[in-house]
DNA sequence: TAAGCGTGGCA
DNA sequence: TTGCCAAGCTT
């Protein structure tokens, strides 16, 4: 399909990267796991901790597991008991198992070091498109398409001229990226972390800032009259209230702080009411790795 | 491809 | 208050 000469055309796609990198420089927030000092298994934790996770939440728990377990080995020599109660109530628990088995992964596999290649850090628990992408690039400062959610919405509006990018679809997503991304790798980097601050910051789901946007003057969405998303919904997230997951984050609360075997009689305390919601969360659990059936009632995985 | 997975902030 | 959303991954 031919293209209109670029002559300042409104939405030209060659004009949002060098705006956003621009804007970054003095817009990103000085968060932690960015300093020019930091590891890159202190920016892999980061990026395990920030998946479904607010930055405000993570930060405190970053800076606490950075300081005890400043390397792969130091996490890998303790029990992953002790990486879900370092945890604490961050969510999604399943991952400081991951991040517990990843890090027995990289000394295994990688002399203790974190990978640099995609496909090691792609092979490792719990790391996939996104987050290997975000290790390659942030912390190597390696040239590759990095897309989350932010990132998304940001080419869905200012290229697409859409309100919300739609499901995900990592092929396709990683190819928008890639055709906006500098060559340079420098640029690259900036860009890949200056979308997704500007999707995090000024171009947010809910109430997007545009008139603090610096690409304004180029987003197709604001050019077509801001039209509302007529894509598929995304299936629409569960009641929490009386949800199974509720139940698992109530047994694991008694299980972080119990230092000793809970009897089964003891937890399923936490849910009075529902014998049978319990049951299937400790089910779950078990399945999952994060309870463990001992002699005496039910533990945090001690290996 | 879609469901399931924690917890908390915010409108 | 209720519902949406959040630096995703695994199955």
Redesign the pocket.
Known sequence: MPQPAATGNASDPDRLAPAVVEWFAHAARP?P??AADVSPWAVLV??FM????????VQPRWEAWIARWPTPAALAAEPPAEAVRAWD??????RAL?LHRAATEIVERHGGEVPRDLDDLLAL????????R?VAAFAFGDRHPVV???TR?VIARAVDGRAEAG?P?TARDLAAMERLLPADRDAAHRFNAGA??L??TVC????PRCDACPVADLCAWRARGYPAYDGPR???????AG????A???V??ELRAAHRPVPAEELRRVLPDDPERFRRALE?LVADGLAVASLDGYVLPHA
Request: no cysteine; glycine share 10%; charged share 30%.
């Open positions: 968060l796991w960015r980061s990026e920030l998946q479904q996770t607010q930055v405000s939440r109530r961050l969510g999604y628990p399943r991951w628990q719990g790391i996939g498109p996104y987050t290997a975000a989350d959610t932010n919405r499901p679809a997704m601050e999707g995090a947010t789901a809910r109430a995304r299936t629409r997230q569960a009641r929490f949800s199974d997951r509720e698992r984050g109530l694991m609360r779950g």
